[in-house]
Each structure stands twice: as C-alpha cells, then as structure tokens.
T-cell receptor, first 114, second 112 residues
Framework: DADVTQTPRNRITKTGKRIMLECSQTKGHDRMYWYRQDPGLGLQLIYYSFDVKDINKGEISDGYSVSRQAQAKFSLSLESAIPNQTALYFC?????????????FGDGTRLSIL | DAKTTQPPSMDCAEGRAANLPCNHSTISGNEYVYWYRQIHSQGPQYIIHGLKNNETNEMASLIITEDRKSSTLILPHATLRDTAVYYCIVRVATSGTYKYIFGTGTRLKVLA
C-alpha cells in the first residue's frame, strides 16, 4: 500500500549501531504495528500501538523500542543492533472499531546487520 | 502454526478465472478469513476478508462454505500482474491483540 510508507527501504549497518526505522501512514488509522519477517518463519509481531498514548509489546520486543510520535507515525528503534536482527521489517495499520478490521502493510525495510 | 492449508502452487491462463482454495477446518465461530498476496520485494497486499457470507470487491470474490471449514478466493479475470504468492489467513490471538500468520501460501503463476 502506498498509503503506508516505510523508510529506509534498505539499510546495511554494523553491530552495535543504533538504528531507527520509520513508518508513516495516510490512511487515518488509529492502530499501527511492527513485524519482522524471517525466511521460513513468517511474520512475528514486535510492538503495536492502538493510539498515540498506547504502546504494547508483541511476541519479540526484546532489543527493540518504539515511539508513536503522532497518529500517522510509528518508528521502530534498535538500540544496539546485533546480526540476528537481520530481517525484513514491516509496518502495518488498521482501523479501530470492530475486531475484524484488516491490516494494511507497507513495502518493508530490508535490514542487514554485519 | 498456521491455521490454514493451501496448495503450494497453481497456474492459470491469462484472462481466465483463478480459483485458489484454502482449508481452515479449526476456525472458530467468530473468526474471519483474510486473503492477502505478496509480490516479490513488496509488502503483503490486502485482498478481501469474510466471516460466513460470500464477499466481493473490486479485486476478488470470496466464497466460504456453509460449515466455514474452507474457502475459495476467485480472481475473475487473471492478468500477468496477478502472479504472486496468495495467503489465506485466520488470525491468532497474541499479546493482547491479533497477529497474522502467513503460512507458505499458494504461488499463483498467470501464464500468457
């Protein structure tokens, strides 16, 4: 979805560096999510936010932090990157109101940590 | 841990209908079925979702069996740009919300 924009699209960095991945959306959705995708493992939920003042840990939050700066922006930080955080990262959004609202994904950030 | 099973691959002639099946025999009564597709190097694209009634939108139709144990995604007139991996998903509750488990999906190849 062009309505969910992730930057950068690709990033190569070194172990120990701090990295921020950014996500912005024009869909007007309240809910935002960060996932990582590893080959053969599918998507794993890192953090999610239901509104600007709400932050929740997902399944694999260790080593990551997030910031919900505004309704439209949700950033993911790796405080001290390690090689096993090499993955494809996706941001997603969904509308609130009813538990069946589908999630809409950005095109991902491919992160490589050397 | 996907709650759905799909054939690994299918071919479809351009201009013909593509019918992609999915089994979800353990689905609970209030769970929706979602369909997404992923084209190489892009994020998952939402297609359609439904509970028990058949659904149609500008991209596709979704047919859900009466017992809700299986469904079929129909792309009525497949084009080359529909070549992608298609995922049938039933959400799983986790950490106070839901997550989508993208299984292996069906790799659809539309042939000219």
């Amino acid at each position: 979805d062009a309505d969910v924009t992730q930057t950068p699209r690709n990033r190569i960095t070194k172990t120990g560096k701090r990295i921020m991945l950014e996500c912005s959306q024009t869909k007007g959705h309240d809910r935002m999510y960060w996932y990582r995708q590893d080959p053969g493992l599918g998507l794993q939920l890192i953090y999610y936010s239901f509104d600007v003042k709400d932050i929740n840990k997902g399944e694999i939050s260790d080593g990551y932090s997030v910031s919900r700066q505004a309704q439209a922006k949700f950033s993911l930080s790796l405080e001290s990157a390690i090689p096993n955080q090499t993955a494809l990262y996706f941001c997603a959004t969904s509308a609130s109101g009813g538990g069946n609202q589908p999630q809409h994904f950005g095109d991902g950030t491919r992160l490589s940590i050397l | 841990d996907a709650k759905t099973t799909q054939p690994p691959s299918m071919d479809c002639a351009e201009g013909r209908a593509a019918n992609l099946p999915c089994n979800h025999s353990t689905i609970s009564g209030n769970e929706y079925v979602y369909w997404y597709r992923q084209i190489h190097s892009q994020g998952p694209q939402y297609i359609i979702h439904g509970l028990k009634n058949n659904e149609t939108n500008e991209m596709a139709s979704l047919i859900i069996t009466e017992d809700r144990k299986s469904s079929t995604l129909i792309l009525p007139h497949a084009t080359l740009r529909d070549t992608a991996v298609y995922y049938c998903i039933v959400r799983v509750a986790t950490s106070g919300t839901y997550k989508y488990i993208f299984g292996t999906g069906t790799r659809l190849k539309v042939l000219a």
